[in-house]
Structure formats: structure tokens, C-alpha cells
């Protein structure tokens, strides 16, 4: 069977999800494995935290990831970069919204997405659709 032909349609939702939990299992992963950090404006950061304490039992708690998410659903960026790099105009950076997301996710290759809707991910299924995501294709690894 041509792979190329093949079209893959996701809800905004279950991209959402995939995403999430890629940031839960694999972000650590992917920033620490290729010298990257998630950047976030730290006012978005503090409202979405706020926005999600409020919205929530007292016995539920909110995780990083949670806080990221709700970061992109507020209509703000999430941004990969380069850390320590010596020269500041030669860092790499790449910054995604909610809508890459939504667009992005459906591009992580069909085993890994698979893998990911199956409930059957590790930190490398996670990292590929991270990769995916932020930076449109596979770079590491």
C-alpha cells in the first residue's frame, strides 16, 4: 500500500490529547536529550495556572502540562529553543499555538500515532510527536 496517499483526520480534540500527553511522557525527554526548553510568556503562564485553580475541585491537581496546554488554549505560544547556545542570533527557536497543534498532530508518522491513540507510547513515541509538532519534522533522532 502507497503511504502517501494516505490522509489522516483527527478531531481538534484527540490531537489535543495526543499532545498532552506527549508533553507529560516525553517533554523532560526531548529538552534534556537535545539541549531544547519550552519558553511561555511567564503573565501567560501565571494567568492559565490562575484560570485552571479556578475552574477546579480543591482536590484536583494541575500539573505543568495542564498549565501549557491551557497556555495554547488561551490563544498564546508555547516556544522550543536552543538553551546555551553562545551566540544569541545563531539560537534556534520555533513557537507553535493551538492550531498547529490541531494541524500538526495528524503529521507524526502513522506507527507513532498508532502507538500514541493506542494507549501503547513510551517517551520516544511521545518525543516523535513533540518533534512533529514543534518543529514540523524529525530533527533529532
Given at each position: ?6 490522509k ?10 495526543i499532545?498532552?500527553?506527549?508533553l507529560?511522557?516525553?517533554?523532560d525527554?526531548m529538552?534534556?536529550?537535545y539541549?531544547l526548553?519550552v519558553d511561555y510568556s511567564k503573565e501567560?503562564?501565571?494567568?492559565a495556572?490562575a484560570?485552571l485553580s479556578?475552574d477546579?475541585?480543591e482536590f484536583?491537581a494541575?500539573?505543568y ?10 490563544g ?5 529553543e ?5 551566540l544569541?542570533?545563531?539560537k534556534f ?7 498547529d ?7 507524526v508518522?502513522?506507527d507513532h500515532?498508532l502507538?500514541?491513540i ?5 517517551a520516544v513515541?511521545?518525543?516523535v510527536v513533540?518533534?512533529t509538532?514543534?518543529?514540523?519534522e524529525?530533527?533529532?533522532g
Amino acid at each position: 500500500m502507497n503511504k502517501e496517499g494516505l490522509k489522516i483526520s483527527l478531531t481538534n480534540e484527540l490531537s489535543e490529547e495526543i499532545f498532552f500527553n506527549a508533553l507529560c511522557n516525553s517533554l523532560d525527554y526531548m529538552c534534556s536529550g537535545y539541549g531544547l526548553s519550552v519558553d511561555y510568556s511567564k503573565e501567560h503562564y501565571k494567568n492559565a495556572k490562575a484560570k485552571l485553580s479556578s475552574d477546579s475541585s480543591e482536590f484536583q491537581a494541575i500539573c505543568y502540562e495542564d498549565v501549557l496546554m491551557q497556555i495554547l488554549r488561551d490563544g498564546n505560544f508555547l516556544t522550543i529553543e536552543e538553551d546555551g547556545s553562545e551566540l544569541e542570533d545563531m539560537k534556534f527557536f520555533n513557537s507553535i499555538n493551538l492550531a498547529d497543534v490541531h494541524e500538526r498532530v495528524k503529521n507524526v508518522p502513522l506507527d507513532h500515532l498508532l502507538d500514541m491513540i493506542n494507549e501503547n507510547d513510551d517517551a520516544v513515541t511521545g518525543d516523535v510527536v513533540l518533534q512533529t509538532v514543534f518543529l514540523n519534522e524529525i530533527v533529532y533522532g
